[in-house]
């Protein structure tokens, strides 16, 4: 059984800073690991993913504000989120896909970032 425990996540003001983790437990072989959050209109969006060779693939909104990185066994994530603004606002997903193409999902974290 895997499991996701994401930690991190808070209210903020614009402008600062917040730091996700998110640990990987159980047998698995991850082929990619990151962040989606899903926003107060219900979207969900890419936020950050490690994919095949540790590839790192952002979403548009967050590039050059958010940065993604791993340990050496790659079964942990992390995410800076610098100069946040009011649209970060969502729940952060901790997702991992291992190499039978299963996906899965953490709890979620909540970000709030208010002006």
């Known amino acids: 059984q895997v499991q996701l425990v994401e930690s991190g996540g808070g209210s903020v003001q614009s402008g600062e800073s917040l730091r996700l983790s998110c640990a990987a437990s159980?047998?698995?072989?991850?082929?990619?690991m990151g962040w989606y959050r899903q926003t107060p209109e219900n979207q969900r969006e890419l936020v950050a993913t490690?994919?095949?060779?540790?590839?790192?693939n952002y979403g548009d909104a967050v590039k050059d504000r958010f940065t993604i990185s791993t340990n050496r066994a790659m079964n942990t994530v992390y995410l800076q989120m610098n100069s946040l603004k009011p649209e970060d606002t969502g729940v952060y997903f901790c997702?991992?896909?291992?190499?039978?193409?299963?996906?899965?999902w953490g709890r979620g974290t909540q970000v709030t970032v208010s002006e």
């Open positions: 490690f994919g095949t060779g540790r590839r790192i």
């Open positions: 159980g047998r698995v072989s991850i082929a990619a």
């Open positions: 997702y991992l896909k291992d190499y039978t193409t299963r996906e899965h």
